[in-house]
């Protein structure tokens, strides 16, 4: 049974596994407002995300690394 009266859930019995990750307070926010506005769980509303996205593109997008890797500088030996 859902947590929250009213929203969708996955049919009893549907396998699952569990997806941690940190974000920014913002992102979290936009996510479960996005969820609410759908009248889904936060957890529904991802899988049904990512399902959306492999469907359009037929896989996920990559995305840029968050800051880009230092040059390693020559090392000559002494």
Known sequence: MSAMK????RPDGAPTVLLQGRVSP???SEVQAA??????SVAYYLDALIAQIVDERGTLPTVPRPRPQQEELPITDL
């Open 35 to 40: 969820a609410a506005q759908s009248g889904v």
């Open 6 to 9: 009213a929203r969708v859930r």
């Open 26 to 28: 913002e992102a979290r």
